[in-house]
Structures are given as C-alpha cells and as structure tokens.
C-alpha cells in the first residue's frame, strides 16, 4: 500500500507558475511510474505527465515544454513544475503510482489538489 499526499495548489494567473508536490508514504525507490493527470469539470481524467524508474519522461502533448515532472527518491517525493499557466491547464491534479508486485500491477492515488488558473 501507498498513500499518497497532494500539495501545491491554488489560484494562479494566467502566464503564472505552481509547483505540485505529491509525497508517498514509504519509499519510491522501487516504484515503476510516478505520474500526474487531471480532471477538468466534465471531462475525463487525463494524463499530464509519467516518470519511470530510469528516469523517463512523457508528457501530454498540451504541456509539453511548459510542465516538467521530478522525483526525488530520498524525499519520497515527485514533482511537477508548471510554467506558463493556461486557463486551460484549470483542473483536479491527481498523483498516480504504478508498481509491478506478486505479477500483477498495483496502482494507488492521491485525493487530488486544485488548480485554478485566472485570464
């Protein structure tokens, strides 16, 4: 099990930056995939961004070039650094954790932090 603490976010202008924190109850060094993904008011939940293990990254399309993910493993910690703010960026941030145990995929996730962002 893993639980998973949100943190970062607010009210922001359009152009502004926020800082996403998302901490894990117990070591991330073994964790396959740390990712972010938000939900918009009437839309599906959607992938921001994924970290691997390696290191590797993905991002969406929309936030490429604007958004960076980051893990911090002595932290238990993973971080999205968001730049340049769109008010279409406005959604629920949620963490995500993927790990690969007993064969089998296990995900948990975090109880999501909003951001809202300003025109």
């Known amino acids: 099990q893993v639980q998973l603490v949100e943190s970062g976010g607010g009210l922001v202008q359009a152009g502004g930056s926020l800082r996403l924190s998302c901490e894990a109850s117990r070591s991330i060094v073994s964790i396959d995939t740390l990712g972010w993904y938000r939900q918009a008011p009437g839309k599906q939940r959607e992938l921001v961004a994924v970290?691997?293990?390696?290191?590797?990254?993905n991002y969406a399309s929309s936030v490429k070039g604007r958004f960076t993910i980051s893990r911090d493993n002595a932290k238990n910690t993973a971080y999205l650094q968001m730049n340049s703010l769109k008010p279409e960026d406005t959604a629920v941030y949620y963490c995500?954790?993927?790990?690969?145990?007993?064969?089998?995929?296990?995900?948990?996730w975090g109880q999501g932090t909003q951001v809202t962002v300003s025109s």
């Open positions: 970290i691997t293990t390696g290191g590797s990254t």
């Open positions: 995500n954790v993927r790990e690969f145990v007993d064969n089998s995929w296990r995900a948990y």
